[in-house]
């Protein structure tokens, strides 16, 4: 039964052997890995529904001597987001990467990143997590060098520094963790650790090395380069997914594993960062003078949201509104998800188109690539947070619970950054509508323009529909002690 | 807590710190890979101190083994940093 | 009185290794830093045998001082006649990060002086010991390592694997060395077969005394950059699609393993206690060939010649030659 907790680790990780071994049959086994992933995803999301939280002690000892893997609804959400874009950039993959041989070194990369996401996401075990925090950051630094340009190399060496940084970071946690409390599993440290200097000096080197690899402003300043420089369906997946678990951790730590030592005064600090980039982030991707930089920076935007929840989580007392504030944050991050894969898949079909991906010189694509226009007006909706979008709803729940709290101050920041939002979005598509010397005939679909498509299409409307559900399942499937948030 | 504890735990604690600092203040890619290496030693040898209980004690073999796993993992990632800052190089001669 | 002269060492010790870091990352010349950085793997061996970590001394004397000193020194040679200017705009002020190295300083001491006062010292300790004769093995560090956290182990496996592949994709090999001296290579003929047998001796001796699979794979990746320093352009290794094989053994044989138990109704890398020291000892065999591999690789810095001939059907073959600059079309 708990044994499928193994397999969304398992799959990818076999996959990417057999992708080395037999480099000619990337695709095929890049594309079943990838589908057995899913419906492994799907599987353990449904068993979740069924359960509750699941879990399993690895090796058959108890978890502190062992490790556990452990899924409750926060994990599995985001395990079946990983699955779904990772399947869909994976198709898109193979018609960006036209060379065989590029394709070859692509394919055991991207598997392995595929196993390293939901290692991270399933771990339950803290020096496990800086194992997979590692796995996570070596293979997306390699995935991101494959474009070979100098840009790339320097975006990805400087990449890999600051990640190993924030790394070492998170593993000095761990010591004072296991120094203060003899233990790595995360149960086992909930239901010891104290408010004490001890815990707060591990809290602090974690979230730390956290906010590093997650790109909160000021430690922002790697992203644009290695999301830009990298090849488009890597950008996707590092701007969708990658820095997204980093986040997740954060939420982890601090609300199932740190929740005594949880100060609102450090959750504020975090938030008001998080609305500095989501002001700073906003502007400069209005400024950005490319399609996949202004991705990036808005990637930095949409992180400071996520931020902006943990004052207003640690605000809120138990019951119906904090349950509300939380299944909005994880709504969010899985909108953002799915819209910025698409977003940036859609400027990899451009730039493929134009060999350029200049904002100002985007005259003439609605035109010649009609899907891809819409792909880049859709992903814009929810970037924005305009109904029906999943970004809309917990936007709606951020201001609720801003009011519900006091903290009006979030309010002027989520309406500044909407507009900027707004304007970005619409320099892009005036320019996209703008008459241009393409010509028409270059209508594509199929495997290149079809999964942008699908992704858009979840991240303004199906998630729009489906979030009364998520709300309900992530409440009935907590990890924390009490049950319910 | 033994002096022993004490004095390479503050050893320890100063290399994490100068790794860092060095990360920070280089500019140069192999200046940072060194320093990067020297931080981890730091963290390395505060596991290793936890491990310590004294001349006639077993020490704690899991801080020892969790130190070999950080061990290949630094070497790993030491590995990627020179592939791709000698990747740099070979580029800015061309 | 021996007391005392302990503590004595203990802080010549600590002291001489923080000077030694000090000057290693202050220094402006790479050369001299790579040398310190060597000098303090050795140092660091020393303290992690005064410390009563065998296992650590052997593994970082082999890799964090051995392999790590020989990629650096590689890396080193590729300097030579590179302007030291800047690659990367980006640097912090010096003043700000020294202000946040102190505040650091102090507060990891504190939480770690916190830390201590509040634990018993025992921590996993006794849990390791009372379950060890279950493990299959009798060094408590392997059965740690290769059994109750075998999970991080696999993924440290892939880590390395990452770390490779990530080499191999960024560009082309070194071009090898021209055939060193007679006195190398006769050095490297009676060292290559000694290194081997130590290699073997340390993967077997792992079940119950200092030594395991990484210390091993580390001591045959030595042999492959003895045999490249003698002039060996494949540095031992063999032809491409043995080497693949070779670099997914590890992890290949570990899933298997591990799936193998949990097929038969127990919880993955669950052994049964009968047999636990010898499936430890077939991913051990399998790990070290993959990490000896792996390493060797590592330290060609990138594809060997020939790597990428059986990636693309024959029509694309013209292309390759644009691949390998790395461009991706």
């Known amino acids: 039964m708990t044994d499928l907790l193994v397999w969304p680790i398992l799959l990818p990780l076999l996959a990417s052997l057999l992708a080395l071994v037999f480099p000619r049959r990337g695709d095929w086994i890049g594309g079943m890995a990838s589908l057995a992933v899913l419906i492994s995803a799907a599987w353990l999301v449904h068993s979740v529904w069924d359960n509750g939280v699941i879990a399993v002690a690895l090796g058959g000892w108890q978890p502190g001597l062992g490790i556990a893997l452990r899924a409750d609804g926060l994990s599995s959400v985001l395990l079946l987001m990983v699955a779904i874009v990772a399947l869909t950039i994976g198709i898109y993959a193979t018609r960006y990467f036209d060379n065989a041989v590029v394709r070859a070194r692509f394919w055991p990369l991207w598997l392995l990143l595929l196993a390293a996401l939901n290692a991270l996401l399933l771990s339950g075990d803290v020096f496990n997590l800086y194992v997979t925090l590692e796995l996570v950051g070596l293979t997306a630094v390699a995935l991101g060098a494959l474009g070979g340009s100098r840009d790339a190399i320097v975006a990805a060496l400087r990449y890999l520094t600051i990640g190993l940084l924030g790394s070492m970071a998170f593993l000095a946690g761990v010591v004072v963790l296991y120094a203060a409390y003899g233990t790595l599993d995360m149960v086992a440290l909930a239901s010891v650790v104290e408010d004490r200097p001890a815990t707060w000096v591990a809290l602090m080197l974690m979230t730390l090395g ?3 690899k997650s790109a909160l402003f000021p430690m922002h300043f790697w992203l644009p380069p290695a999301h830009a420089n990298a090849p488009a369906p890597v950008s996707a997946a590092l701007s969708a997914l990658v820095v997204k678990v980093a986040f997740y951790l954060v939420l982890r730590l601090w609300l199932d594993v740190f929740t005594v030592a949880l100060h609102p005064a450090t959750a504020w600090m975090l938030g008001l960062l998080g609305a500095v980039a989501v002001l700073w982030g906003s502007y400069r991707a209005l400024r950005a003078p490319r399609l996949k930089l202004l991705a990036a920076y808005s990637t930095v935007a949409q992180l400071g949201y996520l931020f902006l929840f943990l004052p207003l989580l640690a605000g809120l007392p138990d019951g119906p509104a904090r349950e509300a504030a939380f299944g909005a944050v994880v709504l969010f991050a899985l909108t953002h998800g799915f819209a910025k894969s698409a977003l940036f898949l859609g400027a990899g079909v451009i730039q493929q188109r134009a060999g350029h991906d200049r904002i100002e010189e985007l005259g003439g694509t609605a035109r010649a690539l ?13 970037l924005i947070g305009l109904p029906p979008s999943g970004t809309f709803l ?30 970005y979005v619409f320099r892009v598509l005036g320019h996209a509508f703008a008459p241009g010397d393409r010509d028409g005939s270059a209508l594509a679909a199929g495997r290149e323009e079809l999964p942008a498509l699908a992704l858009a299409l979840v991240a303004t409307v199906v998630l729009g529909l489906a979030a009364g559900g998520l709300w309900g399942f992530l409440d009935f499937a907590a990890m924390s002690p009490g049950g319910a948030r | 807590m033994l002096a022993t504890t004490i004095i390479y735990g503050f ?18 890619a192999l200046a940072r890979i060194l320093a990067l290496n020297v931080c981890g030693a730091g963290v390395f040898l505060l ?30 990632a030491t590995a990627l940093a020179l592939a791709l800052a000698r990747r740099l190089r070979e580029i800015d001669h061309d | 009185m021996s007391e005392l002269l302990w503590v004595l060492f203990d802080l010549v010790l600590a002291g001489l290794t923080v000077g030694l870091a000090w000057v290693a990352v202050a220094t402006r010349e790479l050369r001299r830093g790579v040398l310190l950085f060597v000098g303090l793997g050795l140092l660091l061996a020393v303290i992690w045998a005064r410390l009563r970590a065998p296992d650590l001394a052997l593994a970082e004397a082999a890799i964090g001082a051995g392999i790590a000193g020989a990629l650096l020194i590689a890396a080193l040679r590729d300097e030579i006649g590179v302007s030291a200017e800047p690659e990367d705009g980006y640097t912090a002020s010096r003043r700000l990060v020294d202000l946040g190295a102190i505040g650091l300083l102090l507060a990891l001491s504190w939480g770690l002086l916190d830390a201590f006062l509040l634990s018993d010292g025992v921590r996993l300790a006794e849990g390791v010991a009372e379950r060890l004769g279950e493990s ?15 999970y991080d182990t696999l993924l440290e496996l892939a880590v390395v694997f990452a770390a490779v592949l990530g080499v191999l994709s960024v560009g082309p090999a070194r071009p090898a060395l021209e055939a060193g001296s007679l006195v190398l290579t006769g050095l490297v003929r009676w060292l290559v077969p000694i290194l081997v047998v130590v290699a073997g001796y340390l993967l077997w001796v792992g079940a119950h005394a200092p030594g395991g699979a990484f210390q091993a794979g580390a001591m045959l990746a030595a042999v492959a950059v003895l045999l490249r320093l003698g002039g060996v352009a494949h540095a031992g290794l063999p032809g491409t699609a043995a080497t693949r094989w070779l670099l997914v053994l590890g992890i290949g044989v570990f899933v298997i393993v591990g799936l193998s138990v949990m097929f038969a109704d127990r919880a993955f890398l669950q052994y049964p206690g009968d047999i636990a020291g010898v499936l430890i000892l077939v991913i051990e065999i399998a790990a070290t060939l993959s990490i000896a591999t792996a390493l060797a690789l590592a330290y060609l810095g990138g594809r060997p010649v020939g790597w990428e001939a059986d990636c693309d059907s024959p029509q694309h073959r013209v292309n390759r030659g644009a691949a390998d600059r790395g461009g991706d079309a």
């Open chain 1, 394 to 423: 917990a936007k709606w729940q951020l201001l609720a619970a801003a009011v519900e709290t006091g903290q009006w101050v979030w309010i002027p920041v989520v309406a500044v950054g909407s507009l900027l939002a707004g304007a």
């Open chain 3, 136 to 150: 299959g093995v009798i060094n408590p560090v392997t059965a740690v390592l290769l059994n109750f956290r075998a």
């Open chain 2, 11 to 28: 050893a320890g604690i100063c290399l994490f710190v100068l790794g860092l600092r060095g990360v920070l203040l280089h500019t140069t």
């Open chain 1, 370 to 382: 009609p899907v891809t226009t819409f792909v880049l007006a859709l992903s814009g909706i929810a």
């Open chain 2, 47 to 76: 596991f290793v101190v936890l491990a310590y209980r004294g001349a006639g004690m077993t020490p704690d073999p899991v801080p020892h083994a969790l130190v070999l796993t950080g061990i290949v993992v630094a070497v790993s």
């Open chain 1, 210 to 212: 956290l906010l590093v």
